[in-house]
């Protein structure tokens, strides 16, 4: 299909050059003080909403940078802070000067204050708790003021760290009465070793937490600060260093180079904690989850290099690397705990928990489509190359093939992604028309259309949302709703993302650049705006059946975040309502009415509402007795929503063909399927959309002249 991305290509190509070709030079030999001038130029010139960077942006960002650098309030003390104070309002002027006198006090406080609670930690650990004090723990740490001396800094970790051992003996007590009444012969642990137990599990895990800091380098804790000053912008501004921007590519296009294995670091050493399925160590069948690596060694090199107690990212720098060279890895294995050497051909890796997954289901002799997608992924270096569009396409041809008389297309929990996916897979189900309108700051709007009249799907259409479906879900989903060409059902509101973000790569100013990889910043640049010319920025879409979810009383939505840009509208484009149905309406008043009535829905509202009360309790009791008879109050309240789990719907959902056949050899990816349908045969929203598909009433008079353009086409070409 083409689509109408020439002009904004343009644009956005003249935009890139005119930043490329400034005046400006970025000389400074300081790689921080470089980074301040650079992100900064960057935000004003390319911003959509630039700000005053003044004193009120500086009380701002002088805010949240504490709240990030410290926030439970266990390391810094009151006069640390006051002796920040009198950065509050400089932090402009520095940012301007190009200054970083603030975050080097900030940071080298910080690790002092760190390795002397390393120390407290420890000594309040080595005795043991007495439970039966009558002691509370504030958990809302914004409330709480900033010690003023060790004794009450001893105080505040002695607190934590005895709320966290008491919840872990809880539990140890509860495990060793279950013991006791599944074995009467069993010897039960006394409360002096249960004790002992967990606070030994409060020290591995705060030792964790030290062996992760440690990792941590001076450029580390400079992201945090130029991200408090950068998402001051908006919500969505955000530095990413060079490592993080790995990521993101990764997390978007849901491919990368190397061997297929997921790490942690446990201790010092890089443990592998998932194998995954068709890659490299996966198809060698020598690696298993809980493999230790001691030792890389690439192709051309003599020596391995010991990667014990090296940083996580740093291990896995040497590890991974291009499609076809090899790497020899020196494992310890888990069960026997033998050392081998395993060479392994790299190759590109596909996260499938990123991809589009499809299922069938039949009801009453009809059968239905179910397309999940996590997200609209694409690969930022080729459109061409994998992406959300081309795998619904295929998706769609193939649940046709089968016989689908209706798709669900599941946005659940989806962020977002490529807008141009959201255009592609909008014009898999219109004729044509407006998809989107684009709008740049002190711009004219660009409106990006589907212009190919065939129209892959022409079947009924149902979309679930939630409060989590943010950015290109809300353009989908509003568009499907603004020309009457899907049910929405879902969320009272999606998320509220109505913006859309570049990723721009900062060396891309800098010429001679001798100061390695400077990272990138993903920068607000525009907002969208539905064909009917409203905005989801803050309102998101309103579902047209609005069904009680887990979230629909936790404030989660871009209205709840910090600096979000307002609302407003546009001109409506041109565009024509669907008349593929009949009775469109009326199945909607059908499905609200199930919905007022459905049980389980009842419950999931109740539920929620529960939750919403247990998040803003932030008072818990340090004694044993109290603790357990708050705890078995929780216990048995939660018992009235088991049956929320225990939900099952008589539907049997299926995958499709291609699939079933690759389960033959990938027993892994069968078992993922397994899964994903036992949870949609209990899913109460999935059900209903189905029942949907079920009620909507096609025009045939429409879907006749639909394939008669299809059939000329096909002639055509």
Known sequence: MKRNFKILAVVLLMAAAACSFTTKKFDDPNKDKLLIDLITYVLNQGHYDAKDINDSFSANVYEDYLENLDPSKRFLYAQDVEEFNKYKNQIDDQIKGKNIEFFNLTYARLGKRMEEARSLYKDILSEPFDFTENETINTDYDSLEYVSSKEEMRKRWKEQLKFNTLITYYDLKQDEKQKKEEDDSYEMKSDVELEKEARETTMSNIDRYYDFTDDLEREDYFSVYINSIVEEFDPHTFYFAPQDKDRFDIAMSGKLEGIGARLIKDSDNITITEVISGGPAWRSEEISEGDVILKVKQEDEKEAVSIVGMRLDDAVDLIKGPKDTKVTLTIRKKVMGNIEEITLTRDVIEIEETYA?????????????????????????????????????????????????????????????????????????????????????GQRKEVLKDE?????????????????????????????????????????????????????????????????????????????????????????????????????????????????LPWDKIDAADYDIWNGYVGYDEAIEASKKRMSENEQLKLIEENAKWVKTQSEDSSYPLSYEEYAREAEQEKQRAKEFDAIKDYRTNLTYTSLPYEEELFVTDTILKEKRERWHESLSKDVYIEEAINVLSDIKMNNITRNKLADVDRKKKVKN
């Open 452 to 564: 190919d009249p065939q129209v892959l799907w022409d079947g009924p259409l149902v979309i679930l949302v939630n409060e989590l479906s943010a950015s290109a879900s809300e353009i989908l989903a509003a568009a499907m709703q603004d020309y009457k060409r899907a049910i929405i059902i879902g969320s009272k509101q999606t998320y509220g993302k109505g913006t859309v973000q570049n990723v721009i790569d900062l060396n891309r100013w800098l010429r001679n650049n001798d100061m390695g990889d400077m990272g990138a910043l993903k920068i607000t640049t525009q907002k969208f705006y539905r064909v009917n010319g409203g905005s989801t920025q803050l309102e998101g879409v309103k579902s047209d059946v609005v069904v009680p979810d887990r979230y629909s009383f936790v404030d989660i939505g871009e209205k709840d975040q910090e600096n979000p």
């Open 357 to 441: 997954k499809t299922s069938m289901v039949e009801k009453e002799g009809r059968k239905f489509g179910v397309i999940n997608l996590p997200k609209f992924y694409f690969d930022m270096t080729d459109y061409e190359e994998r992406n959300a569009a081309s795998d619904i396409k295929q998706d769609i041809i193939r649940l046709k093939k089968e016989g689908m008389e209706g798709l669900v297309l599941d946005l659940r929990n989806n962020g977002g992604g490529s807008l141009k996916t959201v255009v592609d897979i909008a014009g898999m189900f219109i004729e044509k028309g407006p998809i989107v309108q684009v709008k740049s700051n």
